[in-house]
């Protein structure tokens, strides 16, 4: 698990491209960025052929930017796939298959489908595992942080993902 950035002042740990944070907010919106980076490593070094059954996940990093790291990731390795010969899939496989993304700070987008659009993109139902935070002043309420959710997609989401990842059912 991968917990990028936390406290304040003195502690903070995780400067960003342009230097140390200075307010929360910066800091928060910083965190995207560290995760894109940590996914494109973890899947361009190899790890996950080398190590099959290696599950990764990234927490208080919200979720939208693993789409892009997807799409981005498989567009290029098409083009530059001799510069990573043991990859033998696309990124966004690796990724779906090994990296696992927390719902806090969940992205809550204005237009109620738009949520649904985002959880599709994301493959919610392989990626996404349910985070509280709490009790964190901007914890995710599991009543009000995600709409009215198929009960499948609610269910991977709430729990089989986090199992699944965790080794915690009997295959």
């Not at 950035?5 to 140390?20: D, H």
């Not at 994301?122 to 009790?135: G, M, Q």
């Not at 002043?137 to 995600?146: L, S």
Request: hydrophobic content about 40%.
């Amino acid at each position: 698990v991968s917990h990028v950035g936390g406290g304040g002042g003195a502690t903070r740990t995780t400067p960003t491209p342009v230097g140390y944070p200075t307010y929360y907010m910066e800091d928060r919106m910083s965190r995207p960025y560290a995760a894109s980076a940590h996914a494109a490593s973890l899947i361009c070094e190899g790890v996950f052929e080398k190590f099959s059954g290696l599950k990764f996940a990234f927490i208080e990093v919200q979720q939208l930017w693993a789409v892009s790291v997807m799409w981005h990731m498989d567009a290029d390795w098409k083009g530059l796939r001799d510069q990573t010969p043991w990859l033998k899939r696309l990124p966004s496989e690796y990724f779906r298959a090994h990296i696992r993304i927390g719902s806090q700070p969940m992205q809550e987008p204005e237009q109620p489908k738009q949520m649904g659009e985002m959880l599709e993109m994301l493959h919610a139902d392989e990626t996404l595992i349910y985070c509280s935070d709490f009790p964190h002043f901007d914890w995710n309420d599991p009543v009000t942080v995600f709409p009215k959710l198929p009960e499948e997609l609610h269910k991977r989401i709430f729990a089989d993902n986090a199992i699944e990842m965790l080794r915690l059912k009997e295959s």
